[in-house]
């Protein structure tokens, strides 16, 4: 049974923006007449106006049933400064692990079918239809259950957006695979730029109608692992005493099996290293180095829980019979699925964080 392509059914999809005024395209799933809907796909150029086409961005609202997740690309529609955006709308019940990824691609393939290269301009002569973007949701995205107990609040519509501006696409994905912010809720919407367009916004045409308020801080309202570090601790939480250990065992029982990294990391000597991360359901794990010589390294790992991901620490370098690997620390995010994201740390170069994907293998 393909569990992926019904939860894909339950995520709404709409595509909409500039053409002969801001309106909706094309959508299925949602009722874009629905007022809770059409509050999400208004025309964000009362707030924002990018007159040079093809400039991205991003943003997050919340209404009760979903999160939404929106890619704008500025386009052209009788003149600059308009705009054409995807929007997905995501169950607060789902997750989808590769979310900005899917919003590329669908974006990506919009402008290829709709729209001029060379000025910006929506073609006249073609029709939309929105199950060609269905199908590419449905052979690209990995949607899996959310099964973080999370507090959220719908976004407030008689508010100005809000910006946070970002350096890289990894912390562009962070804020996606984890949007329940407590500071992304008292807006009408969140957006994300990357900083230079920000910064530096009048090498890109970008106008703000008013000089926007920047979120530089975050509380996550997820307690998902941030109640867990409290609850490890023995503090009360909802004016009950809670037990860490039956607590800490979500956590462990989280990551149990064995996961292999998929992404590409190497040693000193840059061989190319395969990891295992072998969790048996105590707070104790085995890490496994394998160099491209079949030479075998083993260490310990100790589990503790942070407020957004398990971490993993060393006290002592995984050995092999051909020598000893310096010890490392890793902060690890299992997702609700077979896969996950982790970092490497170098206890001695803590700022130099190493982001790498792993995939459990039994």
Not at 261 to 278: A, G, H, I, P, Q
Not at 286 to 308: C, M, T
Request: aromatic content about 12%; proline content about 4%; overall charge neutral.
């Amino acid at each position: 049974m393909d569990t992926n392509h019904s939860y894909i059914d339950e995520t709404g999809l709409a595509i909409w923006g500039c053409k002969g005024g801001c309106r909706t395209f094309c959508a299925d799933i949602v009722d874009v007449k629905e007022r809770e809907i059409s509050n999400t796909l208004k025309d964000v150029r009362s707030f924002v106006s990018v007159r040079r086409p093809g400039v991205d961005y991003y943003a997050v609202e919340f209404t009760s049933r979903f999160k939404v997740f929106t890619h704008y690309r500025s386009s052209n529609d009788s003149g600059a400064g308009a705009f054409i955006a995807v929007s997905l709308f995501v169950p607060h019940a789902l997750s989808v692990t590769n979310l900005r990824e899917v919003l590329d691609e669908l974006i990506a393939r919009y402008f290829r079918e709709y729209v001029n290269p060379l000025n910006g301009s929506p073609l006249s002569e073609k029709y939309d239809e929105i199950k060609p973007f269905r199908d590419i949701l449905r052979s690209i995205a990995r949607v899996v259950p959310d099964r973080r107990k999370v507090n959220y609040s719908t976004s407030i519509q008689n508010d100005i957006p809000k910006i946070v501006k970002y350096d890289d696409l990894a912390m562009l994905d962070r804020y996606f695979n984890n949007p329940y912010y407590n500071e992304f809720f008292g807006c009408q919407e969140v957006m994300f730029f990357r900083r230079e367009l920000v910064d530096n916004r009048s090498a890109f045409d970008i106008t703000f109608s008013r000089e926007p308020e920047s979120i530089d801080s975050f509380t996550e309202s997820l307690p998902a692992y941030q109640a867990m570090q409290v609850r490890a601790k023995g503090e009360n939480v909802s004016g009950r005493q809670n037990n860490a250990v039956s607590v800490m065992q979500v956590a462990v029982n989280t990551l149990k099996g064995t996961w292999k990294n998929v992404s590409r990391l190497v040693n000193t000597d840059k061989e190319r290293l395969t990891m295992y991360f072998t969790f048996d359901g105590s707070t104790q794990g085995v890490l496994e180095l394998v160099e491209p010589s079949g030479s075998r390294y083993r260490g310990i790992l100790e589990v503790a829980v942070d407020a957004d991901r398990i971490s993993l620490h060393q006290s002592s370098g995984c050995e092999g019979s051909d020598g000893i690997y310096e010890p490392y620390d890793f902060a690890f995010v299992p997702g609700t699925g077979q896969d996950a994201y982790g970092m490497v740390m170098n206890p001695h170069q803590r700022n130099r964080q190493i982001r790498f994907n792993l995939v459990r293998i039994r």
